[in-house]
């Protein structure tokens, strides 16, 4: 009898130690990635903001990591949204600025974005929003790699009057994509966050039994603002702070949905911007304090981002981490996690994923670079420093933006020498220091001369010799 019972147990002891093993072994980590538009650094409770109500982010940062010194690749929409799904400098690859409606231009085909990289890996891929590297058929998303496409094919205040005559910039019909055709035109963009909220819930659940990419990427708070009635009214910080709650919602909701079915603990969501506010439309713009300037600049309100990453169990709570990262280094990271290979095609974007468990209080990157307009080198990250190289750039030089969804013009501004500041001590750089650290500024000029050589430099008429070109289209054809 005795001996039994000890078989028993021991047999006992057998199955659950192998229902054990059988629980630990995760298929490959679902991927979440939301990408606003436009919004400014300051526009996240947990960034500061004095007036915008945003529990669900900073739930989110509590549960998992926070980025204070995190960047855009530049400070723009298509270069941008380039940068983030390829890891590559969006110059690289010929992406300067904002692609127009009905443009011959889009991300060229031999360029891997990240959908593209997960899909040998039996993962589902959709993009819902924003899409805005090319609105050509050769360009758009279900061509990229996604498998599914719901949204608009470039920013919500373009739409082109007719072909012949070029776009226009209006707050007219927006064609409405489903994959490759256009189910509607909006006129009222109100419930837009709403649908592509439900849209993404609705991928999860169909999809929870395989590994999936999900790119939310939300229009808003691009102007012209829109917000569902839900959330009209609600914000102490106008119509502007009602989108951005309706946006922290929309998280709170792809939040809940993965612990409904199941996933919460093998999905990494990243959340961040594509560049920082808009300010010459004032009331209807976001914040970047207490950065200088913000969209359209290499300054820091132009292209550095709130970024909040959650990943139960595999990246500490409620860390916030202060080393540089950037929007190129996604790619590269994501593929680590994975263990996908990367493109063939030379990328710029480095792993952070030591940063991001802890295992390394070190970026893998020496600098990063920061260029607008068409290839211009403006600036230079290295360490705590960062150096600006003469250029001009747009300025509202203290007045304030304007009124009821309209802009006031900007100034332009010219930096005529070089200019160096300590962000460590001085993130509204406020005072150059390049006259006390002329050894510094030397190791970045250096630096400077290293990426021209690479990627070139129309301020010194320089042609690099790891450009590729851009995708084109003959719209005659």
């Given amino acids: 009898m005795k001996s039994s019972l000890i078989y028993f147990l021991l047999l006992t002891a057998f199955i659950l130690s192998c229902n054990s093993n059988h629980t630990d072994l995760k298929q ?56 983030i799904l390829t890891g590559c400098y969006p110059n690289r690859l010929g992406v300067h600025g904002a692609f127009m409606p009905n443009s011959k231009k889009g991300l060229h085909l031999n360029e891997i974005t990240l959908a593209e990289l997960l899909k040998p890996y039996g993962y589902r891929t959709a993009l819902f929003g924003k899409w805005h590297l090319g609105d050509h058929p050769s360009f758009m998303p279900n061509k990229q790699g996604f498998d599914e496409y719901f949204g608009i094919p470039y920013s919500n205040d373009m739409w082109p009057l007719h072909p012949q005559q070029g776009p226009i910039f209006d707050f007219g019909p927006l064609p409405l994509y489903e994959n490759q055709t256009i189910i509607d035109t909006l006129t009222d963009q109100s419930n837009l966050t709403t649908q592509i909220t439900e849209r993404s819930v609705e991928f999860i659940r169909k999809n929870k039994e395989n590994p999936f990419f999900l790119y939310i990427a939300h229009p808003q708070p691009h102007v012209p603002l829109y917000v569902s009635d839900k959330f009209k009214g609600k914000s102490k910080r106008g119509l502007y702070g009602d989108v951005i709650m309706e946006i922290d919602w929309s998280v709170g909701e792809i939040l809940k949905s993965l612990k409904e079915n199941k996933l919460d603990e093998n999905t990494l969501v990243i959340f961040t911007s594509d560049n920082g506010p808009w300010l010459n439309y004032g009331e209807h713009a976001g914040s970047a304090l207490p950065l200088r300037e913000g969209k359209g600049t290499a300054l820091e309100g132009g292209q550095r981002e709130p ?35 990367l493109p063939k095609n030379k990328i710029d974007g480095k792993s952070i994923w030591p940063l991001w468990t802890g295992d390394s209080d070190r970026s893998p990157h020496e600098a990063y670079y920061y260029y607008y307009h068409v290839n211009e080198l403006h600036g230079v990250r290295y360490g705590k420093w960062k150096l600006y190289f003469p250029h001009s750039y747009r300025s509202l030089n203290g007045r304030e933006g304007g009124k009821n969804g309209l802009p006031v013009p900007y100034d332009y501004n010219t930096i005529q020498e070089i200019e160096l ?38 301020l010194n008429d320089q042609l690099g010799k790891g450009n590729r070109e851009i995708g084109t289209v003959d719209l005659g054809e």
């Fill in 421 to 458: 500041y300590d962000l460590d001590n001085d993130i509204a750089e406020t005072n150059n220091v390049a006259a006390q650290h002329p050894n510094v500024v030397e190791k970045i000029k250096q630096l400077g001369s290293q990426i021209r050589l690479e990627l070139g430099d129309a």
């Fill in 307 to 341: 970024c909040i990453i959650r990943f139960p169990g595999e990246i500490p709570e409620g860390k916030v981490i202060h080393v540089p990262m950037m929007t190129i280094d996604i790619v590269p990271t994501i593929a680590e996690i994975v263990g996908a290979e």
């Fill in 28 to 83: 490959p980590p679902n991927i979440i990635l939301i990408f606003t538009d436009d919004q400014g650094y300051q526009d996240v409770g947990c960034y500061g903001s004095p007036d915008i109500l945003t529990p669900n982010l900073d739930q989110m940062a509590q549960e998992g990591i926070r980025l204070t010194d995190f960047y855009a690749a530049q400070a723009v929409c298509s270069a941008s949204r380039a940068a």
